[in-house]
């Protein structure tokens, strides 16, 4: 069965400096990957997401992730933080089975300080 | 383009009282979901419709049973609430391919006291 794993509930940067969330996937066939933001009090939005047709994915404000098969990895980073990215991050995968429902990791939480 | 609409936004209720969660959908997606969102624990999927009529079973369905009886809305109802069940609800609604995204809802905070 498709599952993911966010390494570290809670991550803490510098303004400007690198954001890296970590994501291991877990699937059977080649898989359909996403992260997702949720700001407080919000619903879910996509960053981004990956289905196959290039390894390095880039999403919205600035982040991107690269699909890494030998480490079924799809890490998310960003070069230099902002205060307004400071939200909680979601790693999902499309469930190969009836329903194609996502499914997600337990989410890391981004604090950015000045 | 209102996306997906999720009524009520909050409610608070007593245990053993019922209600009924709307989630309404105006993209023309077939597929539709219910999670429920707990500190530490990621979402987790309650039930989820492949189309208009069909429903099946999540991850952590108990409690709670769902309709879908036009293609744009899908119920969510907890027929005696437990405060087991406070939490954050969030609707989704899909195309069905695997590729694509999920649009979600702005989630239902449910206090059971």
């Known amino acids: 069965a498709q599952s993911v794993t966010q390494l570290g509930s809670h991550v803490s940067v510098s303004e400007g400096a690198l954001v890296l969330l970590r994501c291991n996937y877990s699937s059977s066939v080649p898989p359909y990957l996403f992260w997702y933001v949720q700001y407080p009090n919000q619903g879910l939005q996509l960053l981004l997401k990956?289905?196959?047709?290039?390894?390095l994915v880039k999403g919205i404000n600035g982040f991107e992730a690269e699909f890494k098969k030998s480490e079924t990895s799809f890490h998310l980073t960003k070069p230099s933080a902002h205060m307004s990215d400071a939200a909680e991050y979601f790693c999902a995968v499309t469930r190969n089975q009836a329903g194609t429902a996502l499914i997600f990791g337990k989410g890391t939480t981004l604090s950015v300080s000045s | 383009n209102a996306g997906v609409t999720q009524t009520p936004k909050f409610r608070v209720l007593k245990t053993g009282q019922s209600m009924t969660l709307l989630c309404a959908q105006d993209?023309?997606?077939?597929?539709m979901y219910w999670y429920r969102q707990d500190p530490g624990m990621g979402l987790r999927l309650i039930h989820y419709?492949?189309?208009?009529?069909?429903?099946a079973k999540g991850e952590v369905p108990d409690g709670y049973n769902v309709s879908r009886l036009k293609k744009q809305n899908f119920l969510l109802g907890l027929e005696s609430a437990a405060p087991s069940q406070t939490s954050v609800y969030f609707c989704?609604?899909?195309?069905?391919?695997?590729?694509?995204?999920?649009?979600f809802g702005q989630g239902t905070r449910l206090t059971v006291v």
């Open positions: 419709s492949v189309g208009e009529g069909t429903t």
């Open positions: 993209m023309n997606h077939e597929y």
């Open positions: 990956y289905t196959s047709a290039a390894t």
């Open positions: 989704a609604s899909r195309t069905g391919l695997m590729n694509t995204e999920a649009f």
